[in-house]
């Protein structure tokens, strides 16, 4: 795994980028005890829904692995584990990551357990190595699954593309076809106008364990070559999008621009044409049976946006933070942030040459500190504004029976 990393693991260790520092300083703090991930889960020092399924999992491998003298038998050491499952899953309630991941190891390490002999030390030793093998696969599998939500995203992309050729491709295409062989299957791709997207929040490396989901798939696309230019909202109140998008893009060297949440409207209405902006792709903390989607407030009036610009609206998310059990978004539990992130900001003195001082931050006021506030974290998108949900295993869409399947979307031939 190379680039941007929020997470560093080995067995035994784990680090996590202050996120709360970045773009101006690059710090990793390490996470011995569950307690610490809590609080860098809930501060949002580490923050996206894989992510913080991620760190809390293996924060409790790391406790299980450097402290091995706990439990004296393996329904023990399981009811411990448990206990400090369920005390991580109160750090952050809206995405559906962080409780699947937890579903899923508590189910294997009972497993483990219930196949005890009466060695109590070795089922111990295989209630831990259990536990801190699941952990580890949570971590890799979410970089394996991130790669293919980007080549499916892309390809969907693509294809949408292919549909509003602009008249001089439509002209390339005619003349391609009365002059290319029988059974040519379409016009070479670099005749297609490469796309522009815009997307909300963070969704890239920094919330997950690389590559990204929503800005996986914008990676994805300017690997391939098929993206113009990215923008990217400010998102608002807690400025993710400014702050670790914005510093994600420039890393990466993607052509982008950074607009606040309000001007999206603007961006679509002025450069739809222009910019040939194609997409909204965001990323999801929760989606309900019925396509509902939760995910970073703003992202609802995007979508509403998005459809009165005739722009295609994506949500790309892996299979972990779909939610079958809930029914519709209605039922998802919204959290609500503190005051201060709204009525403050932490920045980076700028000096008179014009140069951040990485040094010197500091938190000040934006508002008068009386005013009350409202600060829910997410909203919910209404399944009927989506146009496509991208996840590992390909678009997903429903059967005749009204429940999921997963469509794989194939490279056409071009
Ligand atoms: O509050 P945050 O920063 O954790 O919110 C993050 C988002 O809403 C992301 O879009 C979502 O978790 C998907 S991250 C791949």
Same mark, same amino acid.
């Given at each position: ?7 560093? &693991?080995?067995?035994g260790?784990?680090? $996590? ?17 569950c ?6 889960i809930?501060?949002?020092? $580490?923050?996206?829904?894989p ?35 369920? &005390?991580?899953?109160?750090s ?24 005890s002999?009466?060695?109590?030390a ?22 394996t ?19 509003? $050729? ?83 893009? $420039? &890393? ?20 739809k ?57 209605d039922s ?34 934006i ?48």
């Amino acid at each position: 795994m190379v680039g941007l990393q929020a997470i560093k &693991y080995q067995r035994g260790n784990l680090q $996590v980028l202050d996120q709360l520092r970045l773009p101006h300083e690059f710090v990793y703090d390490d996470v011995f005890t569950c307690e610490e991930a809590f609080d860098c889960i809930k501060a949002m020092r $580490v923050r996206g829904a894989p992510a913080i399924a991620i760190v809390a999992a293996l924060a409790l491998a790391v406790e299980l692995e450097q402290k091995k003298d706990g439990a004296s038998n393996s329904q023990e050491l399981v009811k411990y584990i448990n206990s400090k499952l369920d &005390y991580l899953m109160g750090s952050r309630p809206t995405a559906v990551d962080l409780s699947n991941a937890i579903k899923l190891l508590k189910s294997r390490t009972q497993n483990a357990a219930s196949n005890s002999t009466s060695d109590e030390a070795a089922s111990c030793a295989n209630v831990r190595t259990v536990f801190i093998e699941v952990a580890e696969k949570i971590l890799e599998d979410d970089y394996t699954t991130n790669l293919a939500i980007g080549r499916y995203g892309a390809e969907y992309l693509r294809r949408q593309q292919r549909a509003i $050729v602009t008249p001089v491709d439509a002209e390339a295409e005619l003349r391609y076809y009365t002059t290319s062989p029988p059974g040519t299957q379409g016009l070479p791709d670099r005749t297609y106008r490469k796309l522009s997207v815009l997307t909300h929040c963070n969704t890239g490396s920094l919330a997950t364990s690389g590559h990204g989901t929503a800005l996986g798939i914008i990676r994805s696309l300017h690997k391939m070559n098929y993206l113009d230019h990215a923008y990217c909202t400010e998102t608002r109140p807690y400025n993710q999008g400014s702050r670790l998008t914005a510093f994600e893009l $420039v &890393y990466e060297e993607i052509p982008s621009t950074l607009i606040t949440d309000s001007m999206a409207g603007a961006l679509f209405h002025r450069k739809k044409e222009e910019m040939n902006i194609s997409a909204v792709i965001v990323g999801a903390d929760r989606v309900a049976r019925n396509g509902d989607t939760a995910n970073k407030i703003g992202t609802y009036q995007l979508a509403v946006l998005a459809k009165a610009h005739g722009i295609k609206f994506v949500v790309a998310a892996p299979t972990t933070s779909i939610d079958l059990e809930t029914e519709s978004g209605d039922s998802i539990k919204i959290e609500d942030r503190a005051k201060n992130e709204l009525t403050q900001i932490t920045g980076a003195v700028v000096g008179k040459d014009g140069k951040v001082d990485v040094n010197h931050t500091e938190r000040v006021a934006i508002a008068d500190q009386r005013i009350n506030v409202w600060n829910p974290s997410f909203d919910v998108t209404p399944h009927d504004l989506i146009d496509a949900i991208i996840t590992e295993k390909g678009e997903v869409v429903r059967s005749s029976k009204g429940t999921f399947e997963f469509k794989p979307i194939m490279p056409e031939r071009w």
